[in-house]
């Protein structure tokens, strides 16, 4: 597709509920990231993947949150027993590729799903 | 990790004014970016620019690496510039991207 995209735009859940949050990359962008971005702050990294494999997941909060890229294209981030804090947009973004460390790498982001834990 | 600071968090302007933001980072970088979020949440990519200076019609920005700071200059403000512009860096070796405070522009028409 033109840009990244993610579904669904706006999600409602309850707390303890199981939640995923799909992202569709720029066709051909190997690179996939997963951020979280609260309320008046600036969006923090979760999850990376490089092609299937997720090559750096240190920002993930807790083993509520898994997400997989199974064939290294679309990606989806699940939530498991969500909390309230959990509230957010999550953004995701893509890139041609990774670490090569040129314009290739820039990163693209998709317009964001807001999910909220009541 | 790497921190990023930016500079002024609110700034406030008339149309047709110019502008500069700063962001400040404390290690080397292989990657910064300058983002500008608008109203309705999407982040829009500035420049990819870890070093040297760019520009696109009204706006500019440079990086010097060695002083680990960069500028991002918009000129001729318009009302449709109001947002928040955040910069975001990789660490060398890195590939996630670590992201500013940002900073809140409005410009008054």
């Known amino acids: 597709g033109a840009g990244v995209s993610q579904t669904p735009s706006n999600k409602v859940t309850e707390k303890g509920k199981y939640v995923e949050l799909r992202c569709d990359p720029i066709s051909g962008h190997t690179a996939l990231y997963w951020y979280r971005q609260s309320l008046g702050q600036g969006p923090e990294f979760l999850i990376y993947?490089?092609?299937?494999?997720?090559?750096?997941d240190s920002g993930l909060p807790n083993d509520r949150f898994f997400a997989v890229r199974p064939e290294g294209s679309v990606s989806t981030l699940k939530i498991q027993r969500t909390e309230r804090g959990d509230s957010a947009v999550y953004l995701c973004a893509s890139s041609l590729v990774s670490g090569w460390g040129g314009p290739t790498d820039t990163q693209y982001f998709g317009p964001g799903t807001r999910l909220t834990v009541l | 990790g790497i921190q990023v600071e930016q500079s002024p968090p609110d700034l406030i302007l008339q149309e047709g004014a110019n502008s500069t933001l700063r962001c400040n980072f404390s290690d080397s970088v292989n990657n910064l970016q300058w983002f500008h979020q608008n109203p309705w949440g999407q982040l829009i990519n500035l420049f990819y620019?870890?070093?040297g200076t760019k520009q696109n019609g009204r706006l500019s920005a440079t990086t010097v690496a060695t002083e680990r700071y960069s500028l991002l200059y918009i000129s001729s403000s318009q009302t449709t510039d109001s947002g928040v512009y955040f910069c975001?860096?990789?660490?060398?070796?890195?590939?996630?991207?670590?992201f500013g405070q940002g900073t809140r522009l409005t410009i008054n028409p």
């Open positions: 620019i870890p070093s």
């Open positions: 993947f490089q092609g299937t494999g997720a090559a750096d």
């Open positions: 975001a860096v990789a660490s060398q070796g890195a590939q996630k991207l670590v």
